[in-house]
Every structure is written in C-alpha cells, then in structure tokens.
T-cell receptor, first 115, second 112 residues
Framework: EADIYQTPRYLVIGTGKKITLECSQT?????MYWYQQDPGMELHLIHY???????EKGDLSSESTVSRIRTEHFPLTLESARPSHTSQYLC????FGGGQIYGYTFGSGTRLTVV | QKEVEQDPGPLSVPEGAIVSLNCTYS??????FMWYRQYSRKGPELLMY????GNKEDGRFTAQVDKSSKYISLFIRDSQPSDSATYLC????????????FGTGTLLAVQP
C-alpha cells in the first residue's frame, strides 16, 4: 500500500546533538514538505521540494536543513538541537501536474523533545 | 492578521448531532479548499477537497465554500464517537507551488 513513513516516531535528545528525521514515500510524488506543528497552532511550512535536487525554505524560519537526492526520500537535519526545536514535525507529499493542486498525504509525524 | 482563522474549540456534541465546523480567510486568491482530520498522535488525513465555490458531499460529510464571504464550512451528519478528532481547514492559491495554508484546527469530541 502506498504510504509515507516517518522515523523515529518519538525522539528525546540532549541540547547540541545533531539529528536527522527521516521521511520516505512510496507514491512517486514529486512534491514533498516538512511542517512543524505545535499544540493549538496552525501547521507551519518549514521546507519543501518540487523534485530531486530541488529544496526551498518555507514560511517559518527554521535552523534545519533538508536534502532531496532521491524522489522518495526527504530527510530533515538539525545540526545542533535546542529546546526551542521541541515540536511535532510532519512530512507530507503531493502530486504535481497539469496545474492541478492535489491534497497532501501526511506521515504520522515525529515528536521531538530537546532537553 | 492570520490568513486563515479557525475556532480551536473544543466542541463537544452528543452522538447523532449535526456538527458545523468553519473557517474564514482573508486572501481572495485562494481557489482550493480542503478539510483534514487528525486523530491524536497521527498525521492529518485528507477528508474533503473542493475547488472554488459550491458544495461537495461525501457520505455524512458536506463541504461548503462561499468565496464572496471568504467562509468555508464542513458539516458532519449523524456524528459518531469515531469522528472525535481535530479538524483542520486548509487552502491554496492555484499554481505550481501547491503550498497549503492551514487553520489551527478545531478539536471535536462526540460523546456516546
């Protein structure tokens, strides 16, 4: 079954550590996104990609970086985690083509806690 | 001012009630309107998707878009405890970026 997978689901790490949140999708979607979600707040776009070797920063300033070397893989890296990075991170993908906008398929998220 | 406003709730209703969830927006360029449902500890899942103004029905769910008022609604008929979740509206301007702007979500609890 086509889906989008995020690992790990939960992560508790110390300040200053480098971490990579993994996101993979099996649907062959060109577009992929990373959102940050805090309780009671709207989802904020932090990174997106239109395809391989294409990455853009989103609307919310973020100290993270992303890469898109393969269509199916869109990892997010924090070089030095801080308590302010504590949040839920959601990865999503969507199709692209013909000027049509399609709904996103979301992963289950990674709940990150930096202590 | 946020581009998309959504009452965070919580909204508590008895089983079988009709639920009305709403969002308002300020950007008249929005053309695509979506509703997502998010269960606790899960990612959002697409529930309804409408283009421009009008109604769309899918089973117990009806989505309405009123572009003149910049107002969208999601109605749930015969609500069930399994409908208890956070409902997020989302919208996008037509174009290649497909960047969605989300509301904060409304937490719905359907009491058995």
């Amino acid at each position: 079954e086509a889906d989008i997978y995020q690992t790990p689901r939960y992560l508790v790490i110390g300040t200053g550590k480098k971490i990579t949140l993994e996101c993979s999708q099996t649907m062959g979607h060109d577009k992929m996104y990373w959102y940050q979600q805090d309780p009671g707040m709207e989802l904020h776009l932090i990174h997106y990609s239109y395809g391989v070797n294409s990455t853009e920063k989103g609307d919310l300033s973020s100290e993270s970086t992303v890469s898109r070397i393969r269509t199916e893989h869109f990892p997010l890296t924090l070089e030095s985690a801080r308590p302010s990075h504590t949040s839920q991170y959601l990865c999503a993908s969507s199709e692209f083509g013909g000027g049509q906008i399609y709904g996103y398929t979301f992963g289950s998220g990674t709940r990150l806690t930096v202590v | 001012q946020k581009e998309v406003e959504q009452d965070p709730g919580p909204l508590s209703v008895p089983e079988g009630a009709i639920v009305s969830l709403n969002c308002t927006y300020s950007n008249s360029a929005f053309q695509y309107f979506m509703w997502y449902r998010q269960y606790s500890r899960k990612g959002p899942e697409l529930l309804m998707y409408t283009y421009s103004s009008g109604n769309k029905e899918d089973g117990r769910f009806t989505a309405q878009v009123d572009k003149s008022s910049k107002y969208i609604s999601l109605f749930i008929r015969d609500s069930q405890p399994s409908d208890s979740a956070t409902y997020l509206c989302a919208m996008s301007v037509s174009g290649a970026t497909n960047k969605l702007i989300f509301g904060t979500g409304t937490l719905l609890a359907v009491q058995p």
